[in-house]
């Protein structure tokens, strides 16, 4: 469990890791992605401490009976962090170092993990949701984007294929035209094309993002939570195969690691340039 300090000032409750901020209120827990210099990259402490607060959340229930993710500053998440994968690749990924099976990371390991918390998930969006922040943004029950959202599937960008459940998720909620566009091209794209394609619920003012995703909270945690808890369970039914999914993704990127044009990728983004890839 990642160190934490609690501040009860006021009627909340907001306990503080590295890396996250939670706050409790009103049977609602609100996590805020602290890593605002980064636009939210996901590095391997802030993963665990997500993974870490999923738990705790989970074991709250029924006081807390749903949750709100988000991103300070002006990122909602823009998935791993490329400066740490050098050293990471090294390391062999950002992988469990406890967990002796060289399955999938733990980032990729969020979307089921978000799937299986009993109470529902809403990302309110606030910025760009890449990569693994836009399976963190998928995997959520419900999205609510501010205008400045924007969404990319940009792992090909990376010479990676998607992972963090995005290449399920993404074919469910746009069908395989829209992933395989987002998917083969890594464009960046707005929250209007996002609610028009079906991956967001709602688009709404950036200053009204967190107050619309607040009211909606509460509306679900007035509802009966065992109702609700019941009902996310039986929605999910449909993405039991989301864990066979991590592992296939984790299998199909495992050759495409360490080779030539990931490097080239990475030591491109990093630089600033236009990369060239060769195929090798």
């Known amino acids: ?73 002006r990122g909602f998440c823009s998935g791993a962090d490329v400066g740490d994968m050098p050293a990471r690749m090294a390391e062999g990924g950002d992988r469990d170092p406890n967990n002796p099976d060289p399955g999938p990371s733990i980032t990729m390991r969020l979307a089921p993990h978000l799937r299986e918390i009993p109470q529902p998930v809403i990302a309110a969006v606030n910025g760009v949701a890449a990569g693994a922040g836009l399976g963190i943004a998928l995997a959520s029950d419900i999205r609510i984007a501010s205008e400045s959202a924007r969404f990319t599937s940009v792992f090909v960008k990376r010479s990676l294929v998607p992972d963090a459940g995005v290449s399920e998720i993404l074919i469910s909620l746009a069908g395989p035209g829209i992933a395989a566009e987002m998917s083969f091209t890594g464009r960046i794209y707005d929250a209007n094309w996002a609610l ?85």
């Open 1 to 73: 469990m990642a160190s934490t300090d609690t501040d009860t000032e006021n009627t909340g409750m907001t306990t503080k890791f590295q890396h996250i901020d939670v706050e409790r209120r009103d049977h609602v827990a609100t996590i805020t992605l602290q890593r605002p210099d980064r636009l939210n990259a996901l590095n391997r402490q802030m993963a665990q401490e997500l993974h870490d607060v999923l738990d705790e959340l989970s074991g709250e229930f029924p006081e807390i009976r749903a949750v709100i993710i988000t991103g300070a500053g």
């Open 196 to 280: 028009s394609r079906g991956l967001v619920n709602d688009v709404i003012s950036a200053n009204e993002l967190m107050a619309q995703s607040q009211s909606m909270a509460l509306e679900i945690a007035a509802n009966p939570p065992l109702a609700v808890k019941a009902t996310k369970r039986l929605f999910n039914i449909h993405h039991t195969s989301l864990n066979k999914v991590i592992l296939a993704e984790h299998r199909a990127n495992d050759p495409l690691r360490g080779t030539s044009d990931q490097k080239e990728a990475i030591q491109a983004f990093l630089e600033k340039r236009t990369p060239k890839f060769t195929g090798t």
